[in-house]
């Protein structure tokens, strides 16, 4: 099956600079790849996602890239703000209608004001 | 945007009984949820995959008598923890796809913070 693995598990960064979690996946038929942001005591929220025929995706101060042939994706969020602070999940799924996403570790943030 | 909601948002029970928790697609027909559980400071491991009319399709190593799924509706789907153990004191969270438009992912219920004690 599918594996993902994310990291770092902590980052921690001053306001106003930019955070990157990065994830590796091990499965070539994967190809929807969402990022979701989780505060504590909540639910996971879908910030962005970006799927196999697209190398990057931005959404204001958010992006992804993807390398397939690496089997990578990259979460990059510029000019960061306290209010970013919690844990984001990248996930992978081979079907992204029907299947079942497998989800990386986390990554918990916190912004520093 | 789709919602999913979930009840109860938190539950403490004695150990030994059972608890039912039910995620509900508020506007949209879900054919197929996912229920995850997870502990803290740790991912989201899925349990089982609920498919509407049909037997749910558990995680190996995820106990189908203890963990009983219902989807009897395409808006309705139900997690039962029977004979509840401190162990299995944790978040348990819902998720389901609409399936309709570009965005693929999944919008997940707001969650149950289940205490056995």
């Known amino acids: 099956g599918e594996n993902v693995e994310q990291h770092p598990s902590t980052l921690s960064v001053q306001e106003g600079d930019s955070a990157v979690i990065k994830c590796t996946y091990s499965?070539?038929?994967?190809?929807?790849f969402p990022w979701y942001k989780q505060e504590l005591g909540k639910r996971p929220q879908l910030i962005i996602d970006?799927?196999?025929?697209?190398g990057e995706k931005k959404d204001q101060r958010i992006a992804v890239t993807l390398n397939k042939t690496a089997k990578h994706f990259s979460l990059h969020i510029t000019e960061t703000q306290p209010e970013d602070s919690a844990v984001y999940f990248c996930?992978?799924?081979?079907?992204?209608?029907?299947?079942?996403?497998?989800f990386g570790d986390g990554t918990t943030l916190t912004v520093k004001p | 945007g789709a919602v999913v909601s979930q009840h109860p948002s938190w539950v403490i029970c004695k150990s030994g009984t059972s608890v039912k928790i039910e995620c509900r697609s508020l506007?949209?027909?879900?054919?197929?949820m996912f229920w995850y559980r997870q502990f803290p400071k740790q991912s989201l491991m899925l349990m089982a995959t609920?498919?509407?009319?049909?037997?749910?399709?558990?995680e190996q190593g995820v106990e189908k008598d203890k963990f009983l799924i219902n989807h009897a509706s395409l808006t309705l789907s139900t997690l039962t923890v029977t004979s509840a153990h401190p162990e299995d004191s944790s978040f348990y969270i819902c998720?389901?796809?609409?399936?309709?438009?570009?965005?693929?992912?999944?919008?997940f219920g707001s969650g149950t913070r289940l205490t056995v004690v």
């Open positions: 998720s389901a796809h609409e399936g309709q438009g570009v965005n693929y992912g999944y919008t």
């Open positions: 499965d070539s038929a994967s190809n929807y």
């Open positions: 970006i799927r196999s025929n697209v």
């Open positions: 996930a992978a799924s081979p079907r992204p209608l029907a299947g079942k996403s497998t």
């Open positions: 506007d949209f027909q879900a054919t197929t």
């Open positions: 609920s498919n509407e009319g049909s037997k749910a399709t558990y």
